[in-house]
Structures are given as C-alpha cells and as structure tokens.
C-alpha cells in the first residue's frame, strides 16, 4: 500500500483534490489545526506537511499504520477508535480519507467528529460511491458499503453538519470500472484474495498510470469551477453547526 500511494495516479490525484477543496473552503490554512482520522500510512499528511501550514495530527486504530506513518511524518499521532474518540471541540478541521466505509457504526463517527471540532469546524472527507460498483475490490478493502450522495448528506445532517460541497470525483474512470465490473460479475469472478498480495486495481502500469493522471488531473482543474455529478468516489466538505 506504501508504494501505490507513492506512485498511483488515483492516490496522487486524491490528494491535489483534497488540498484544493482545503483552500477553497478553509478561509486560512495557516492558523488552523487538522486531525486525521484513518492516517494509516501517513502519505496525506506528509502531503499537507509540505504545501500547507496547517497545525496536523494523525490517528488510526492499527499500531502497524502509526509505525509507518511515523517514517513520513513529525506530527502527534494517537491510537484511536473512531467510533469513541478522546477529543472534544479540540480541531478546526477532522479529516476522514476513505475510511469511513469501513466502519460499521458510521453514524456513531460521524457524531464523534462533530464533538472533536471547535465551534464553525469543518469536516472533510471521501469515500466511494455507487453502490452499483460493488466489486470484490471492496470485499478486499473491507468496506462495509459504497455511498449515495443522498445517504452520505442525510448522515451528515442527522450528526449536526450542514453540507457546504458535495462533489463526485474520478469521474473519468467510471465508464471503465463500471463495465469492468459488470463483465466480472457475469464472469462470475471468485471473491477477492484476503493475501497480502496487492490487488490489479491498485498496481501501477507506467503507461496506464500516466495516462490515468493526466485525465483526472484535467478533471481536478474542472472540480475548481464545479461540482461533477458522478464519478467512483465522492468528496464531501460540511460545517459544523
């Protein structure tokens, strides 16, 4: 997982896309103070280390992830369980990367989120989307669901946010995975490997992947103007009210 997020056009263009709604809803970066639930390896936040001058925490559940993620970054790091976190109006920004389909409580995170901000925080996140693409990819990743948008809002609300952006992104790739996935399950293609081999989805192909990040970065530069309604993941900016 280490060198996908190093080198993988999804991973690399996730991360230009999370900074760019940062700025564009976060009136300064540099007095504000972010956690990141679900740090795992740490490439975010060595990410926002380097462009930002935001005040970063980390925390995971796994042990193993705070051990790597200590190799990418100097920021305070906590061994947590979402679903009971031990912050309370502590954070100008919680931040959950494709985690939140993991949990099976999601409803419970969310309530832990908005306790762990200060007054006006904003929560950032992304998870997939369109449950129609249901894969043994996700058997693989262990995600407990794939997100409407409409689901994923009314969540939101009933937690205390108010959603100030909701936007589809990768949208470029949906045609491709969607067929994929389709001729998969007509396949019939066994569940997914639990080894600790990584998945095709996710290995990286230097023609295919430059290929991919040219496109989803032109559609990165059109997120700045608009929302895109579909895509294979779903970026989600709300308030704290």
């Known amino acids: 997982m280490q060198q996908a997020e190093e080198k993988h056009f999804w991973f690399i263009v996730r991360r230009e896309i999370i900074l760019d709604a940062l700025k564009r809803h976060v009136s300064s970066l540099s007095d504000k103070t972010l956690l990141e639930i679900g740090c795992g390896n740490g490439n975010i ?77 904003r ?64 396949l019939g293609r066994p569940p997914a490997d639990t080894s600790d081999e990584l998945p095709s989805d996710l290995r990286v192909v230097p023609v295919l992947n430059s290929l991919g990040l040219g496109m989803l970065r032109l559609e990165r530069l059109l997120m700045r103007y608009m929302d895109l309604p579909f895509g294979t993941s779903l970026l989600v900016m709300a308030r704290k009210v």
């Open 45 to 121: 936040l060595r990410y926002l280390r380097s462009r930002t001058r935001l005040s970063l925490a980390g925390g995971d559940f796994f042990l193993e992830g705070l051990e790597f993620c200590r190799l990418q970054t100097d920021a305070p790091l906590y061994q947590i369980d979402a679903t009971r976190l031990p912050f309370r109006n502590s954070f100008n920004i919680v931040a959950l990367f494709d985690v939140l389909e993991h949990i099976e409580d999601d409803e419970r995170v969310l309530e832990e989120c908005h306790k762990a901000l200060r007054s006006s925080g």
């Open 123 to 186: 929560l950032v996140l992304t998870v997939p989307t369109c449950p129609a693409l249901w894969s043994s990819f996700d058997v693989f990743a262990h995600h407990k669901r794939r997100y409407t948008g409409r689901a994923l809002r009314k969540k939101l609300m009933a937690a205390g946010f108010k959603v100030e952006r909701a936007s589809h992104f990768m949208s470029a790739l949906f045609p491709l995975v969607y067929s994929l996935r389709l001729l998969q399950d007509r």
